[in-house]
């Protein structure tokens, strides 16, 4: 029979990291589920190309959201007022 010895400290981190990776996947859930944007959706919202919404990302001029897996979102609420804020039609 085959007897597995972890040491404390060890399980503690394999706990900590699974936890991590389950609140990344309840934080990306959330995201979508609500109704958040990603970049060509927001692009279609703003009539954008994806590529100016990337440069407005880029630049940080553009209300947006990066997930713990690093991808973007964009609350559709905050792009309306963002658009409203600069004259433009959402």
Do not use: C, Y
Not at 6 to 34: F, I, P, T
Not at 40 to 69: C, M, Q, T, W, Y
């Amino acid at each position: 029979m085959f007897r597995l010895q972890v040491v404390e400290s060890e399980l503690e981190q394999v706990l900590q990291r699974a936890a991590e990776q389950a609140a990344r996947r309840v934080l990306e859930e959330r995201a979508e589920s609500a109704g958040w944007l990603d970049a060509a959706a927001a692009a279609d919202h703003l009539s954008l190309s994806e590529e100016a919404i990337r440069g407005l990302v880029k630049r940080r001029e553009i209300p947006f959201v990066k997930l713990p897996n690093g991808r973007i979102r964009f609350e559709r609420t905050a792009l309306d007022a963002w658009a409203r804020s600069r004259g433009e039609a959402a």
